[in-house]
C-alpha cells in the first residue's frame, strides 16, 4: 500500500486519535468539529487496517496502540523490524503535533539495548506546517538523502504542481532533512541521538532515557546554575558545530534540547537551515538564541542574545564572504 493510500485510511481518524488531547474536557469541547465519519464502514476499516498491521507479519508489540494509531505505526516502522533493528515497541514517549515518538527494543545489532522512533503521522503528510522560511535555499532531498537536480525536470514540475508524486517527494525531502542532519551531526561529535535508520514516514535513532522514562526536555528542569553554565556552554558548542557545517536549526529552544544524566542531546531537525543559501538565515539564528539564552536566563546564566547571534554571524557569515570572494574570477582578471 502506498504512503497516499495510507493518508487516505488513516487522515479520517485523525479526530479520533490525537494524543495531544488527554484532557477529556477537551475532548467534550472539540467533539461538534469532528464529525468526519470515516467512508468506509467499520469492518471495512478493521480489515484494511489488520492487512497492514503485524498480525500476520509477527510483528507483536508490547505497547498496545490505539485502534486509529496501529496501522500506521506498525506500517511505519516494519522497514526497521525487518532490517532487523527493532524487535518491539514499548511505549509511546511523546505524541506531538508532527510526529509521536516510540521507545523501541533494539536488536543486538545496533549496539543498543533500547531505540526510539520518531513517526511523522499521517496529518503531518496532508499540510505541512508554514516551512516556506525554512524551505528557501534547500534542494529536495530523495530517499536516498541526495538532492533533485534542477534538470530533473519531471519531479521538479510534480513538486511544483503539488501533485501525489510532488506531495510524497516533499515528505521524503522533509524526512530525509532530518535523517541526513543527524548524520553529518552525529558524526562531527555533536549531541545529538546516534541515527540508525530512515524508513518511508519514521527515523530510527538512539534513546535517551531509560527503560521506565525517556529522558525530560530540558524547560520541565530546574538546574543548578554551576550545571546550567555548564550546560549552556554545550549547547553553544553545538550552535557553533552546526554553523561549521552551514547549517542552523531552526526550532532550537529547551523544548527540542533533552535533558539525561546531567548531559544535553539536540533533537527535532527537520526544519534546519542552510545559512549560506538562506535570505532569514539571521533571523532563524537570532531565534534559535533567543529562545535559548530564555530558558537559560531563568536558570542563572544572563548572557545576552543579541551578542551571541553577532558574534557567530560575523564569525561565519564573513568566513563566508571571503571563501566566495576568493571564488570569483574578476579577482584575477584585474589587471591591476
Ligand atoms: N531520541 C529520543 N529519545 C527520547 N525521547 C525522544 C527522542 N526524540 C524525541 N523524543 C521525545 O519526543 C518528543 C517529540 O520529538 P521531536 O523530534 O521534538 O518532534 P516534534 O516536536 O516535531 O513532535 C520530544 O519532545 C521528546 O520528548
Ligand atoms: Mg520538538
Not at 538512539?206 to 520541565?220: I, R, S, V
Request: proline share 4%.
Amino acid at each position: 500500500m502506498s504512503t497516499h493510500d495510507f493518508e487516505e485510511i488513516y487522515t479520517q481518524y485523525e479526530a479520533w486519535f490525537d494524543p495531544m488531547q488527554t484532557d477529556r474536557q477537551a475532548r467534550r469541547k472539540r467533539k461538534p468539529k469532528a464529525v468526519h465519519r470515516p467512508k468506509k464502514g467499520r469492518s471495512d476499516v478493521l480489515a484494511e487496517i489488520a492487512e497492514t498491521t503485524g498480525l500476520e507479519g509477527g510483528f507483536q508489540t508490547t505497547y498496545q496502540p490505539g485502534l486509529f494509531e496501529e496501522g500506521w505505526l506498525l506500517d511505519s516502522l516494519r522497514q526497521f523490524y525487518e532490517m532487523d533493528y527493532v524487535s518491539d515497541v514499548l511505549a509511546r514517549v511523546r505524541g506531538g503535533k508532527e510526529a509521536s515518538v516510540y521507545r523501541c527494543q533494539a536488536t543486538p545489532k545496533t549496539g543498543m539495548a533500547l531505540a526510539a522512533a520518531k513517526v511523522y503521522r499521517p496529518r503531518m503528510f496532508r499540510s505541512l506546517r508554514n516551512d516556506a522560511v525554512y524551505r528557501e535555499g534547500r534542494a529536495y532531498l530523495k530517499a536516498d538523502g541526495k538532492a533533485i537536480k534542477k534538470n530533473e525536470h519531471r519531479l521538479m514540475r510534480a513538486i511544483g504542481k503539488k501533485t501525489q508524486m510532488g506531495e510524497q517527494l516533499e515528505h521524503t525531502s522533509w524526512l530525509m532533512y532530518e535523517y541526513t542532519t543527524l548524520q553529518t551531526l552525529y558524526a562531527a561529535g555533536a549531541a545529538v541521538p546516534r541515527p540508525l535508520a530512515v524508513g518511508d514516514n519514521a527515523i530510527l535513532m538512539g534513546y535517551c532515557g531509560d527503560e521506565y522514562m525517556a529522558a525530560p526536555t530540558l524547560n520541565t528542569v530546574t538546574l543548578e546554575t554551576s550545571e546550567a553554565h555548564r550546560l549552556f556552554a554545550e549547547v553553544l558548542r553545538n550552535v557553533e558545530l552546526m554553523l561549521k557545517h552551514g547549517l542552523i536549526h531552526g526550532d532550537l529552544s529547551a523544548y527540542n534540547l533533552l535533558y539525561w544524566e546531567g548531559q544535553i542531546t539536540l533533537i527535532d531537525f527537520p526544519q534546519v537551515v542552510d545559512y549560506r543559501a538562506n535570505s532569514s538565515a539571521y533571523n532563524v539564528l537570532a531565534r534559535d538564541i533567543e529562545r535559548v539564552c530564555e530558558y537559560f536566563a531563568g536558570q542563572g546564566v544572563d548572557r545576552d542574545p543579541q551578542a551571541l547571534t553577532d558574534h557567530f554571524w560575523h564569525r561565519f557569515m564573513d568566513g563566508n564572504k571571503l571563501n566566495q570572494a576568493a571564488d570569483a574570477s574578476w579577482l584575477e582578471a584585474d589587471p591591476e
